[in-house]
């Protein structure tokens, strides 16, 4: 009996698991949709911001991608805030999504 309940409970875990990572998973996808990597910043110099936007706007035209930076907040009325800063390979590009989406 308890090899059965002990084979049950390591089946229920690992099924909450993979369902957790899922789910997280395509809720990043799902930010904006193509995106499939990420970046991160680890050193960051408060004061100097515009450096590293410049350095991201050059690596974006160099490589030929569209980099997005997305900021999760929440507002003052306690609603969440999606705020998309979008580094552009070429100058224009008409980029649009619904804001409900996510």
């Not at 002990?6 to 957790?20: G, H, K, M, P, R």
């Not at 991160?40 to 004061?47: K, S, V």
């Not at 980099?67 to 907040?73: A, D, G, L, R, T």
Request: hydrophobic share 35%.
């Amino acid at each position: 009996m308890k090899k059965i309940f002990y084979l049950l409970l390591s089946v229920s875990i690992i099924s909450f698991l993979y369902t957790f990572t899922f789910i997280i998973k395509e809720s990043l996808d799902y930010t904006i949709p193509d995106i499939k990597e990420s970046i991160t910043i680890e050193t960051y110099d408060a004061n100097s911001p515009k450096y590293v936007y410049d350095f991201i706007q050059k690596y974006a035209v160099e490589h030929d991608i569209d980099i997005h930076k997305i900021v999760f907040s929440t507002s003052e009325k306690g609603e969440p805030e999606k705020k998309i800063f979008s580094f552009l390979s070429s100058e224009k590009k008409n980029y649009s999504y619904p804001s409900n989406f996510f």
